[in-house]
């Protein structure tokens, strides 16, 4: 396993829709176990293919009680509201806080290539979104307000300036 450099705003890959996964097999996996340990190691809970610079419809999350791979993942249904501060790995983790679904069905491929529906409420909810975006070429700071998108942009430029 490897720790793969995480891909920051702005970058091209961040804002591009994934291709599917179509090959279930051993690469996927070594590759989907990589992306664990980068964001274990970054201390995320969700990590998409997109932030280690691959255009894939996949994601990896360990979030409360959820712990999957996803590939080709959909989001199906979603209830309720929520509002809650949300941070990307990809953008430094400045939180900014967003309204999303509380409750929220996620359909998607495990390794083996089997389909699979899990529910999520809160921040695993969140989470299921957030990584689905980032699959379809979209970054949580595209819903804020731009005052607040620039804020979020310009703090993580700043950190990382001095970080
Ligand atoms: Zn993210």
Same mark, same amino acid.
């Given at each position: 396993?490897?720790?793969? +450099? ?96 509380? +409750? ?41 307000? +731009? ?9 993580? +430029? ?6």
């Amino acid at each position: 396993m490897t720790v793969r +450099k995480i891909t920051e705003y702005p970058n091209d890959v961040l804002g591009k829709v994934g291709e599917p996964i179509t090959k279930f097999d051993a690469e996927l996996e070594a590759l989907t176990a990589d992306m664990f340990e980068t964001m274990y190691d970054a201390e995320g809970v969700g990590l998409a293919a997109q932030q280690i610079g691959l255009s894939l419809r996949l994601f990896v999350m360990d979030c409360e009680d959820v712990k999957l791979v996803a590939a080709n993942p959909e989001i199906v249904d979603t209830e309720g509201e929520q509002s809650g501060p949300e941070g990307c790995l990809s953008l430094g983790k400045v939180p900014a806080v967003l309204a999303r679904a509380e +409750k929220v069905r996620l359909r998607a491929q495990n390794l083996k290539g089997e389909w699979f529906e899990r529910e999520a409420e809160g921040y695993a909810a969140r989470c299921f979104l957030h990584e689905t975006d980032h699959c379809n070429g979209k970054l949580f700071v595209e819903y804020l307000p +731009k005052m607040r998108r620039e804020m979020v942009i310009k703090r993580f +430029k700043k950190e990382k300036k001095w970080g």
